[in-house]
């Protein structure tokens, strides 16, 4: 059974850092991107970032871009995401989730995601 | 700003059918990207309900189906339990923006 489970949440002042992780079991980690989404509070889904399965290629969203890094450890089975300069709007509910693919096509859909962690960011 | 629109709420009677709209454009939906679309109860993971437009994953039950033509596409729910109250997103991808995209989101509410 698939299993994500993020971790590294908690609360931050503004300009600080934080690295979140997701640790995933139950399938080939190595083979399938990767992608962070978050919800703020009283919010929708925002994706933040996506890895390549051979993390030669990264993408983020236009609120995160030049702050977060996204990365993976294959050997650990482990997603990461580095939170600098934190803002107030970074206050959200961070979500790993598995790239879906049907039949060896991947639609850019998400099929498993994590419970979340909960990042708050404050003075 | 999310550039797919999702009404805000819809509500049924337990048994009835109801229908999500999503409405998106040419640089995204209709530039031929699928949509798919998710359950969500807060505090807990998103669900993925339907991936490819109408595919469902196995253990979606069959109540639940998608559909999508040209810039817009719709989930529907038959047979409304009180189980299926929760919050539902569609999403695809931006090729303007290079971004995955959400809607804005629609709660489901069972009278």
């Known amino acids: 059974q698939v299993e994500l489970v993020e971790s590294g949440g908690g609360a931050a002042q503004p300009g600080r850092s934080l690295r979140l992780s997701c640790a995933a079991s139950g399938f080939s980690f190595s083979l399938y991107g990767m992608h962070w989404v978050r919800q703020a509070p009283g919010k929708g889904l925002e994706w933040v970032a996506i890895i390549s399965s051979d993390s030669n290629n990264q993408d983020y969203g236009d609120a995160v871009k030049g702050r977060f890094t996204i990365s993976r450890d294959d050997s650990k089975n482990t997603l990461y995401l580095q939170m600098n300069s934190l803002r107030a709007d970074d206050t959200a509910v961070y979500y790993c989730a598995k790239e879906g693919c049907y039949n060896g096509v991947c639609s850019g859909h998400f099929d498993w995601w994590g419970q979340g962690t909960l990042v708050t960011v404050s003075s | 700003q999310s550039v797919l629109t999702q009404p805000p709420s819809v509500s049924g009677a337990p048994g009835q059918r109801v229908t999500i709209s999503c409405t998106g454009s040419?640089?995204?939906?209709?530039?031929?990207?699928?949509v798919h679309w998710y359950q969500h109860l807060p505090g807990t993971a998103p669900n993925l309900l339907i991936f490819?437009?109408?595919n469902r994953p196995s253990g979606v039950p069959d109540r639940f189906s998608g559909s999508k033509s040209g810039s817009s596409a719709s989930l529907a729910i038959t047979g409304l339990q009180a189980e299926d109250e929760a919050d539902y997103y569609c999403?695809?991808?931006?090729?303007?923006?290079?971004?995955?995209?959400f809607g804005t989101g629609t709660k489901v509410t069972v009278l």
């Open positions: 040419n640089s995204n939906l209709g530039a031929g990207y699928d």
């Open positions: 999403q695809s991808y931006d090729t303007s923006l290079r971004a995955y995209v």
């Open positions: 490819g437009d109408n």
